[in-house]
């Protein structure tokens, strides 16, 4: 991880972003509010780029993120969400973990 990142702890908070898509094959749409997101998992892709190769998951909703993407945007987040938590959309279908 870039020397300038710090490495979050398992159990701590962070913020991850609005999502929407729809699943080609049921083209059932999925929407997650973006917020904040208890950290559960922290994983390392072996044959991924070294700038790029840690991910997470997160216990509010069943993605899994990017880290460097979430760091490099936490500031921007933190304004636009404050404590709000991260959590599906009940307007749309949703997948559950």
């Known amino acids: 991880m870039e020397s300038s990142m ?3 702890e398992l159990g701590s908070e962070i913020y ?3 999502s929407f898509w729809t699943e080609h094959e049921k083209q059932i749409p999925h929407c997650i509010q973006g917020g904040l997101a208890t950290i559960i998992d922290i994983y390392e892709i072996d044959d ?3 700038f790029n190769k840690y991910f997470i998951k997160v216990k509010e909703v ?3 993120y990017n880290l460097k993407y979430l760091l490099k945007h936490q500031e921007e987040w933190k304004e636009q969400y404050k404590d709000q938590i991260a959590q599906y959309d009940s307007n749309y279908n949703y ?3």
């Open 6 to 8: 710090k490495m979050p």
């Open 16 to 18: 991850i972003p609005f």
């Open 48 to 50: 991924a780029p070294e």
């Open 62 to 64: 069943s993605n899994e």
């Open 95 to 97: 997948m559950k973990s």
